[in-house]
């Protein structure tokens, strides 16, 4: 297996995406400089950490782990109504990650970093003994006192969210093997948003003004609807009817009802979850359409604490699983 | 061996740093909110990552662990001439760090945050198999076009360095066994100096406007010397006998002069290496003197490339290692 240097690494690999920013200063600097948000927008910054055999998995393409870690930070820019605007990149590499496999990471990287219009700009390459672990830092921007918290959630307010939910869960099972669909084209879906979430990003930006409170959902719709109630100091009630499904979802639904526990509490679908007062309705629903992503009013928040998640028949469900958490 | 779960981890140990901060919304966010840099300021990002085992001792105390990952990216700002302003901190951590690792990591980091005037932005915590791997990204924020970096160099230039040479190297090798001194407190201020560099972010900022070129000596004074050429375009002369020792390093040469290689070529020093018209000399003790750090003229730069050390008759030194680099 052949392998780059450090050096070489990072001339040959991650400078070609960098040059495109020219405060990245070629990433031969110590640091990137770059000018303030336009028009005193406030600037919005998180970091996530992807490790290999935990956040994905080993034998995942390349390309897929790049874009995934991209796009689980893209996810939190859109969680807070932020554009996103560049960023850094620590990839912490063990001998299994060859010129091949960095070829193939670069070039997913590449490909969402233009897709998702952000700027490579700097970061950190390093070597480590254990699992390739990736952390990506992201700087986005934001009109002052327009991002979307998550402790603006109020009792009355509806419970929305966007995309379908469930997908990235039961891709996960059919990679593991622990589930078995008959048309390879749901099982492919499936895998496929487990690998590569896709972020509403647009949805974020829209939303400012419109959402009194957002997440993205990667711990599960439950816990993180959790995270909000929390935060904002509300209970919540969701009706599992009303949470939006995919075709390859409904399948495998179709052949194993209980499925539907991990739909609701599975992780990493990186879809918007957000609430707004009922006179908005029309306005949450405009701005989804405006940027063509789907929405849907799966619920409300109320005086208290904690998560329900009714039946069609109005009966509180009792999940297995309150969401995923490290098991250290 | 306790081991609190993330969110417990977060609540109780980072959450109390970030309050200082109300943009880091008490860690319960996506991310976190903050106000552009004042008067239109430049905004510098970096990261930086240590692995256990390979950027730091696996014994190393953690909060030596959490204080040295908070200044090498301290040093990253210090060699852009920025004022260091806020972190993101992420942890990957294995099951070695139980509850008390953890305490005395966060102590330290509470401690260095203070000292450096830094405020805890957010972060990611998770798991992995491997070893603990910390990465903190950095932002600082420098007036337009005051930034210090490598690229400026020009043939001509003296070239400075700041504090003493040498001793983190030196401190390993105490370390790792393979230098015994005999003076225990010369052998117990170069272990600090490798657990703990100091990074002069007050020189960095007292430089704009009189540096043209800066980088922190992170690889090792020759390979970042180099570094600096590389970006500038020019050849540098070092003259051996002029780079700045600190008395335990002196013993340590006494004892054995071949040490000297380690010292020229050693990493995590992170001091400032800088160059500057000869016309400036005074300008620079001037800034140097105002921030009270001790600063030395070791050479200059040349038209042509690469770096070359210079004994005391003149002779060019041959150096067996030529900076630290990543072995896969």
Not at 110 to 120: F, K, P, S
Not at 195 to 210: C, I, K, N
Not at 212 to 240: I, K, P
Request: glycine share 12%; net charge negative.
């Amino acid at each position: 297996m052949p392998r780059r240097g450090e050096f070489e690494l990072i001339s040959a690999l991650y400078a070609p995406l960098a040059r495109r920013h020219p405060g990245a200063l070629g990433l031969t600097d110590d640091a990137a400089v770059l000018a303030p948000p336009p028009e005193g927008q406030n600037l919005v910054v998180s970091m996530d950490t992807l490790v290999s055999g935990v956040h994905f998995r080993t034998d995942d393409a390349p390309d897929r782990v790049a874009r995934k870690a991209l796009r689980v930070n893209v996810s939190d820019m859109a969680a807070m109504g932020a554009a996103p605007l560049g960023v850094l990149l620590s990839s912490a590499l063990s001998a299994a990650e060859d010129d091949a496999w960095m070829d193939q990471f670069t070039a997913g990287l590449d490909h969402d970093l233009t897709r998702y219009g952000v700027a490579l700009l700097g970061g950190d390459t390093v070597a480590t003994l254990g699992p390739a672990t990736f952390t990506v830092a992201i700087l986005g921007a934001v009109p002052p006192g327009q991002h979307l918290a998550r402790a603006g959630g109020r009792a009355g307010d509806a419970v929305w969210v966007s995309g379908t939910l469930g997908d990235a869960a039961l891709g996960l099972r059919v990679l593991d093997g622990a589930l078995t669909l008959p048309e390879p084209a749901a099982a492919a879906a499936l895998r496929e948003r487990y690998w590569l979430p896709d972020p509403p990003v647009a949805l974020g930006v829209a939303l400012r003004g419109v959402a009194t409170a957002a997440l993205d959902v990667s711990d599960g719709l439950v816990a993180d609807l959790g995270h909000l109630c929390t935060a904002s100091g509300v209970a919540a009630e969701v009706e599992a009817a009303r949470v939006p499904l995919s075709d390859a979802v409904g399948t495998a639904l179709a052949q194993d009802p209980a499925l539907m526990t991990s739909v609701l509490t599975g992780g990493d679908d990186y879809q918007l979850l957000f609430t707004a007062p009922p006179d908005r309705d029309d306005a949450v629903r405009a701005a989804a359409a405006g940027v063509g992503v789907a929405v849907a009013r799966i619920g409300g928040l109320r005086p208290g604490a904690g998560v329900t998640v009714r039946a069609a028949d109005g009966a509180p469900l009792t999940l297995a699983e309150a969401g995923w958490r490290h098991r250290w």
